[in-house]
């Protein structure tokens, strides 16, 4: 076998011959070394070979004792191929245009003249992160891959595991489940995914949103009604309970079904039949029903909004979603499959999130969930510039970076110290609530105005 074959490519632009033969001597025996003396051979190879390295030198013909032509490789390259770990090989009176080419995407960079053995070091570093980047790459693709076998959700957390069992076990049966959780968490994912895996997938999944329909429609949407039944009612209408027969009926928001038809509906689940309004004939009716709720149910059953009765047929099995701020490491992978999607969506090439972008994805508390970080990993995909998601791409207001706390020699009194914690922890509060001062209050314990009041005291 040709020993170039299996060895890790690497492409060396620079147009002085010297440099390349000193570097493909030097770095021969360990990759398989391309080279090219300008931009446009630089180019043909890299499209040709796709090195996973490449030392650029910026100084290219014809504009040798410029960067133009430098720059104009390397926002090529990166168009090509993200990945690419580029090396920018500057004069010493380059350190500008380095620092310039590193904010433009390139990996690192060197300054002239080369030695041999550092700039070695650099590129088996380089090497060395392509391996890790594209085992990551494959991990995400195996979740991607597992997750089509939990209909699309996403989640490695052993709370999500658990989520992802219980599905499964209830599938096939025919109980009512009841899916609990915050806005955003997936509840309507679980549902559908209940259904697509049970014997009724190939009926109809019908879903109604029980909160964002009138009280007095909702009688009429659930069970239908006859023609005349009302004024306006000029034909018969079918409800969704009749258009579910054989598959699944998705009651979400069921908290908000006001008290007479919570009897309704609960008569309709003990005997399997309905009576569309204004009509006589009782209609058998087969179909499983999934509920979901984001308020508390308990709650709702103590404060008498909620019938029991109903609540123990239909809450015979409960899924209560996790919050995505106690899903741990969840939050990045799905931040970064997100990604991942817009990207190709929008045909865009994204490196990633920069390390302060992520830092504000971990610490900041979600209120919106899933949805949440999707809706706004998905606007930073379409508004980002660069090769890189900064945190005001995600809308992340610039908080002002607080002060570590001070030694303790220069704290001074146990008031001094008070003080600082106390503003340390009201900036804490702030940032990872993304500026969204109720929160932070209600994290911090205090009420909104108390929390004006602090901040004013801070300087905040
Ligand atoms: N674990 C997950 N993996 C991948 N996508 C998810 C996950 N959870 C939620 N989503 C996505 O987030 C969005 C919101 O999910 P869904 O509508 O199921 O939430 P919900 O709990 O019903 O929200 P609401 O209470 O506001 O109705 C959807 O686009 C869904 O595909
Ligand atoms: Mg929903």
Known sequence: MDKGETLNKILIVDDIEDIRKQ???GLGREYAVLLA??????????RRHQPLVVTLDLGLPPDEEGTEEGFRCLHEMLQIAPATKII??????????????????????????VDLDELKVIISRAFHLQTIE?????L????????GENNGIIG??????????????VAQSEVSVMVSGESGTGKELVARAIHDMSLRKHAPFIAINCGAIPDTLLESELFGHEKGSFTGAH????GKVEYAHKGTLFLDEIGEIPGVLQVKLLRFLQEKKIQRVGGREDIPVDVRILAATNIDITKAMEDGRFREDLYYRIGVVTIDLPPLRNRGDDVMLLANLFLRKFATDFNKKIRGYSPEAEQYIIAYSWPGNVRELENKVQRAVLMVTGQLIEADDLGFAALPSSPAIPEVQELGTLKDAREALEREMILSAIRTQGGNIAKAADILGVSRPTLYDLMKKHGI
């Open 140 to 147: 995400q693709s195996t979740i991607i891959e597992r997750a």
């Open 23 to 25: 570097l493909k001597w």
């Open 235 to 238: 034909v018969r209408v079918l």
């Open 156 to 169: 490695q957390c052993q709370v999500m595991q658990q989520v992802f069992t219980t599905i499964r076990k």
């Open 37 to 46: 003396a300008d931009g446009t051979e630089a180019l043909t190879l890299f």
């Open 134 to 138: 594209a085992e990551n790459r494959r």
């Open 88 to 113: 920018v090989i500057t004069g010493n009176d380059g350190r500008e245009n380095a620092l310039k080419a590193v904010q433009m995407g390139a990996y690192d960079h060197y300054t002239k003249p």
